[in-house]
């Protein structure tokens, strides 16, 4: 089945580590997005990638930092400067950026202690 | 830039009223405008989406969406609340020249009472 997978659904660390979530999409879609979510915050953009090997800043991205050497794949590493990390953490895909719907994972739910 | 405004925060009805989650958009451009439905720790759900074609747009489980340029408002309705609709509910904007990025609202989240 075609699909957007992230890994792990649930993730502990403790405080100063890194840590990286991962994203996999087998949907063939050239854009990939991160997706930060606190309650009554709505959806907060981290990062984008239009295309394989280039990506942009989103709204939110200090602390983090991404990659994109393959298509299918845009893991998203939360780093220890990242101030309050303790978050829900969505990736999503569309065909190509803007304008087409976005499939979304079923999240991370990231906590810091 | 492009922006949306969800105007209320919560809402609940009851089962079998008719649902409304409001809301306003402001773009640069002529937006796409999508909902997306999210439940408990889950990720989210296209439910419809306008890409300037029909004003009135149809969506899944009997929701359906009109843009109305004039009041740059895309609410979303449904005729009869069923207990599977209790969820967070998202109103997205996209401009078709712009940033091409989706731009969230803060969400509504939904209640069904018996």
């Known amino acids: 089945d075609g699909g957007i997978t992230q890994s792990p659904k649930y993730l502990f660390r403790k405080e100063g580590q890194n840590v990286t979530l991962s994203c996999e999409q087998n949907?063939?879609?050239?854009?990939m997005y991160w997706y930060r979510q606190d309650p009554g915050q709505g959806l907060r953009l981290i990062y984008y990638s239009q295309i394989v090997n280039d990506f942009q800043k989103g709204d939110i991205a200090e602390g983090y930092s991404v990659s994109r050497e393959k298509k299918e794949s845009f893991p998203l590493t939360v780093t220890s400067a990242q101030k309050n990390p303790t978050a829900f953490y969505l990736c999503a895909s569309s065909i190509k950026a803007g304008n087409t719907e976005a499939f979304f994972g079923q999240g991370t739910r990231l906590t810091v202690v | 830039a492009q922006s949306v405004t969800q105007l209320d925060s919560h809402v609940s009805v009851s089962e079998g009223t008719p649902v409304l989650l409001r809301c306003n958009y402001s773009?640069?451009?002529?937006?796409?405008l999508f909902w997306y439905v999210q439940h408990p720790n889950k990720g989210l759900q296209l439910l419809l989406k306008?890409?300037?074609?029909?004003?009135l747009v149809k969506g899944i489980n009997g929701f359906e969406a009109e843009f109305k340029k004039s009041e740059t408002s895309f609410h979303l309705t449904k005729p009869s609340a069923h207990m599977s609709d209790a969820a967070e509910y998202f109103c997205?904007?996209?401009?078709?020249?712009?940033?091409?990025?989706?731009?969230f609202g803060q969400g509504t989240r939904l209640t069904i009472n018996p």
């Open positions: 773009s640069s451009y002529s937006p796409s």
């Open positions: 997205v904007v996209s401009d078709l020249q712009g940033a091409q990025k989706l731009v």
């Open positions: 306008y890409t300037s074609a029909a004003t």
């Open positions: 949907l063939n879609h050239d854009a």
